[in-house]
C-alpha cells in the first residue's frame, strides 16, 4: 500500500508542470481555498486546452457558483486552480442510496452503464487533498449550486442531505469520522473522473426535477398513499415531465435494476381510447392469475381529456386490488366526475396551475440550470451578466402575459412555462429567437384567447385590472423592461415586435357615438390560433 501511494506521488509530480512553491503561504491560511468552485483557469489556459476542456463535454445537467470568478476585487491575485492535480467533475448522483452501488457495478464509467447523473461543479485534487477539505469542497459544490439555481429557496436542500459521496472504489460517509484507506487522489486511477454525491431520501429528485423538496416529498407521499394520480391543468405546464419523472422514480425504488419496461405509457387521442382499455383489462387478468410480477410498476395514461369516459376507462379498476399497477394519468381539464373517481378508483389529483408551484418558478430555476451549462460549457465558468439578465427577464414577461390573458379571458387559457424553454443561451441569439417566439406565438396566441374571453366574458379592462376602458398593449412591457442593448440590438431589436392594437382583438377604442364598444360589436372576426390546446403536454 505504501508503494502504490510513493507511485500516485510519483506520478502527480510528473504531470505537474509548475510548482506551487510561491502560493505555500496563502494555501496554509486557507487551505480550502485551492479547491473552490469559485476560482476557474485563466484564459490562457483554456484556451491551450486541457482537463476542463476535456470534462465539460459529458455535461448533462449542471451547474456552477454563485460568484465563479476570483478577481474583480483583486486582480494582481493568483488564481490556484489546476496547477498540481486532476481537474474531475462533482456529480449528484440521481438514484436512491440502496440502488447506487448497484448501478455502478452495471458498467464502467464513460458507457454504458454509468451512473445516471446531474454534474454541478468540476474541482481539482492532488496529493496534498485531505479527505476533511474534500469533505467541504463537495458541501460547497452543492451550495454554491441550489443557490444559484433557486436563489429564493435553494430547491429546500442543504449540506445535510448529502449522505455520502464516492471517489472511484472509496466510499465517504460524511457522518462517519472513518476515512477511507488512501487519501483522495489515491483513487484517481483508470476511468475515475468524477466524484458521486448520493442524497438522502428524495432529495436527488429535487435535483433531477428542479422542483423544491418539499413539494417532491408530498407528492411521493401521496402517490404512496393511493397509487393512483391524474395531473391536471393548462397545456404547457409540464404534466407529461413530471408524471414521467415520478414513475421513473417510484419504479426504480422499487427495482433493483431500474428496468425500463418498469414504466408503461399510453397517449391517448380522440381514436386510441380503446387500446388502453384494452390493455388494462390485459393488467386485470394477469394481476388475478398472479401473474403480476411480470407487469409494469407504473402505467402512465396521457391526454386523459380525450378519453369518452373515465369512469368507463378505470372501471374494471379496484381501489383495494393492491397488485395492480400504480398509475400517474394526465390532462388539460377537468371534464369528468372527480368524486366518482376519488371514491370508487381512489384517484387524486394534483393541480400544476400556472400561479403555483411546482409550476410557477419552474421557468426560472430551468433557464438558470441551462445558463449555467452554457458558462461552464462555453465559458470556462465565467458569468454572463447580459446573459443572465435576459434569464431573470424571461419569467417576468410570463407572468406578465398570463396576468394579461387572466384578465381578459380566463386562467385556463394561460401560458405554459414550455414556450419559454428554448431560449438560447447567447446574447444575440435569445433576441432574434424571442422576437420570432413574440411575432408568430405568443402575439397570434393572445390575439385568438383575448377576441375568445371578449364573447365568452365581455371583459373591458386594461391590463392592469382598471375598468377604465383604456387598452394597454402588453408589447408596452417589452418594451419598457428589454433586456437588450439597444447599441447591439440585432433583428430590429425592440422595434421589430409586433404589437397587439384594440381592433385586432375585436374593438375599437371608440364607436362613432363616442361610446366604447361592446363585446359582439362587428369588428369581431373569427380568427384561428397557431397554438392548440390539445397538443400534447411537454
Not at 317 to 332: D, E, Y
Request: hydrophobic share 35%; charged share 20%; glycine share 8%.
Amino acid at each position: 500500500m505504501i508503494n502504490l501511494k510513493q507511485d500516485n506521488e510519483r506520478l502527480q509530480r510528473l504531470v505537474t508542470s509548475k510548482s506551487l512553491t510561491s502560493s505555500q503561504s496563502s494555501l496554509r491560511s486557507d487551505p480550502e481555498r485551492r479547491f473552490s468552485m469559485t476560482e476557474v483557469p485563466s484564459t490562457g489556459g483554456l484556451a491551450n486546452g486541457g482537463d476542463h476542456t476535456s470534462t465539460v463535454d459529458q455535461l448533462d445537467d449542471i451547474g456552477v457558483p454563485e460568484h465563479p470568478l476570483v478577481t474583480t476585487n483583486a486582480p494582481t491575485e493568483p488564481v490556484i486552480e489546476d496547477t498540481d492535480g486532476k481537474r474531475i467533475n462533482v456529480a449528484v448522483y440521481l438514484g436512491s442510496e440502496n440502488s447506487f452501488n448497484l448501478n455502478l457495478t452495471s458498467g464502467q464509467e464513460g458507457i454504458i452503464g454509468e451512473p445516471a447523473h446531474c454534474i454541478i461543479a468540476n474541482v481539482c485534487i492532488s496529493n496534498k487533498t485531505s479527505w476533511d477539505s474534500l469533505d467541504s469542497t463537495v458541501r460547497r459544490c452543492l451550495k454554491d449550486y441550489v443557490s444559484r439555481v433557486d436563489p429564493i429557496n435553494n430547491l429546500g436542500l442543504g449540506v445535510d442531505c448529502i449522505s455520502a459521496y464516492h471517489l472511484g472504489e472509496a466510499s465517504r460517509c460524511t457522518a462517519e469520522p472513518q476515512y477511507p484507506e488512501l487519501l483522495p487522489c489515491g483513487y484517481l486511477v483508470g476511468h475515475v473522473k468524477t466524484i458521486y454525491l448520493v442524497l438522502s431520501g428524495y432529495s436527488w429528485l429535487a435535483i433531477d426535477t428542479l422542483i423544491p423538496k418539499s413539494i417532491v416529498q408530498r407528492l411521493i407521499s401521496l402517490f404512496n398513499d393511493h397509487r393512483r394520480v391524474i395531473l391536471c391543468g393548462p397545456s404547457g405546464t409540464g404534466k407529461s415531465y413530471l408524471a414521467g419523472k415520478l414513475a421513473h422514480a417510484l419504479a426504480g425504488s422499487d427495482s433493483e435494476a431500474g428496468d425500463p419496461a418498469a414504466v408503461a405509457t399510453f397517449n391517448l387521442d380522440h381514436k386510441s381510447s380503446k387500446e388502453p382499455r384494452a390493455f388494462l383489462g390485459h393488467i386485470l387478468q394477469r394481476c388475478a392469475s398472479n401473474a403480476g410480477d411480470e407487469l409494469p410498476r407504473v402505467i402512465i395514461v396521457e391526454n386523459l381529456q380525450h378519453a369518452s369516459s373515465l369512469t368507463e376507462l378505470f372501471g374494471g379498476l379496484n381501489a383495494k386490488n393492491k397488485s395492480f399497477p400504480a398509475i400517474i394519468g394526465t390532462m388539460s381539464q377537468t371534464t369528468c366526475n372527480i368524486t366518482n373517481l376519488q371514491l370508487i378508483h381512489n384517484f387524486r389529483w394534483i393541480m400544476c396551475a400556472n400561479h403555483m408551484e411546482p409550476v410557477k418558478g419552474f421557468l426560472g430555476r430551468f433557464l438558470r440550470r441551462k445558463l449555467l451549462e452554457h458558462e461552464l460549457r462555453e465559458c470556462g465558468g465565467m458569468r454572463n451578466a447580459e446573459m443572465a439578465a435576459v434569464v431573470e427577464w424571461m419569467p417576468r414577461v410570463w407572468l406578465h402575459l398570463n396576468k394579461f390573458l387572466e384578465t381578459h379571458s380566463s386562467s385556463d387559457v394561460t401560458i405554459g412555462p414550455k414556450w419559454f424553454l428554448g431560449c438560447p443561451m447567447e446574447v444575440a441569439n435569445s433576441q432574434v429567437w424571442f422576437t420570432d417566439l413574440w411575432n408568430y406565438s405568443v402575439i397570434p396566441y393572445l390575439v385568438d384567447k383575448v377576441r375568445q374571453g371578449l364573447e365568452l366574458y365581455g371583459r373591458r379592462t386594461s391590463g392592469n385590472g382598471n375598468t377604465d376602458g383604456a387598452w394597454e398593449d402588453p408589447t408596452q412591457f417589452i418594451i419598457n423592461s428589454y433586456p437588450w442593448v439597444a447599441t447591439q440590438a440585432v433583428h430590429g431589436g425592440f422595434k421589430a415586435l409586433v404589437p397587439l392594437k384594440p381592433e385586432d382583438v375585436g374593438y375599437d377604442d371608440e364607436d362613432p357615438s363616442g361610446h366604447t364598444a361592446g363585446v359582439g360589436s362587428s369588428s369581431v372576426k373569427s380568427l384561428g390560433s397557431t397554438h392548440s390546446d390539445t397538443d400534447g403536454d411537454p
